[in-house]
């Protein structure tokens, strides 16, 4: 079955770098849209943009442009997100989700998310 | 951006219908998505395409609706149904999800 293994708790310090995995099995990871979200504390979901693995393509959502690098490891079917100049608005549990291969933008199958806390 | 607007918070008896809504500020067409949120745990897919049943899912789950107004149905609730409840519009860029109803079994 398709899973989503995503790396721990991390507490970093404002004004530094954080880079979240996400490792695929149960499926080609190739050929699947990865995006990831983000869910600050008692907030809604926020998308935060995709990479297509099979070629490293991405698209970010305007608004995480700058903040967000999505990048892709084809040996180790294992996605990243590295989240840099964090402040304590980037505290918050963010998730990857992979795209389901017959519905486009849908998001069939999600990580147990990471959660980031930003603080000094 | 495309907003999404839900109802906050419903409460409702075991083997009641439950109707969840959800508005956008703008057509996404039949590019909307609705997921099950429980307490620390990830998202789970319930409805894609606006009506479309997520295999696995059980048959009390079904959606409606097209253009701005959309409707998840629960019927009948049971006490596991507990949880929050999201849409997500995939139709304009960027993506984005409603803010949630938290639906309480009394």
């Known amino acids: 079955q398709v899973q989503l293994q995503q790396s721990g708790t991390e507490l970093v310090k404002p004004a530094s770098s954080v880079k979240i995995s996400c490792k695929a099995s149960?499926?080609?990871?190739?050929?699947?849209?990865m995006h990831w979200i983000r869910q600050q504390p008692g907030n809604g979901l926020e998308w935060i943009g995709w990479i297509y693995p099979g070629n490293g393509n991405t698209k970010y959502n305007q608004k995480f442009d700058g903040k967000a690098t999505l990048t892709a490891d084809k040996s180790s079917s294992t996605a990243y997100m590295q989240l840099s100049s964090l402040t304590s608005e980037d505290s918050a549990v963010y998730f990857c989700?992979?795209?389901?291969?017959?519905?486009?933008?849908?998001?069939?199958?999600w990580g147990q998310g990471a959660s980031v806390t930003v603080s000094s | 951006d495309t907003v999404l607007t839900q109802s906050p918070a419903l409460a409702v008896s075991p083997g009641e219908r439950v109707t969840i809504s959800c508005r956008a500020s703008e057509s996404v067409s039949t590019g909307m998505h609705w997921y099950q949120q429980k307490p620390g745990q990830q998202p789970k897919l319930l409805i894609y395409?606006?009506?479309n049943l997520e295999s696995g899912v059980p048959a009390r789950f079904s959606g409606s609706g097209s253009g701005t107004d959309f409707t998840l149905t629960i019927d009948p609730v049971e006490a596991d149904d507990t949880a929050t409840y999201f849409c997500q519009q995939s139709w304009n860029d960027p993506f984005t999800f409603g803010s949630g109803t938290k639906l309480e079994i009394k």
């Open positions: 395409g606006a009506s």
């Open positions: 149960g499926y080609t990871f190739t050929s699947n849209y």
């Open positions: 989700a992979r795209e389901g291969p017959y519905n486009p933008y849908v998001m069939d199958a």
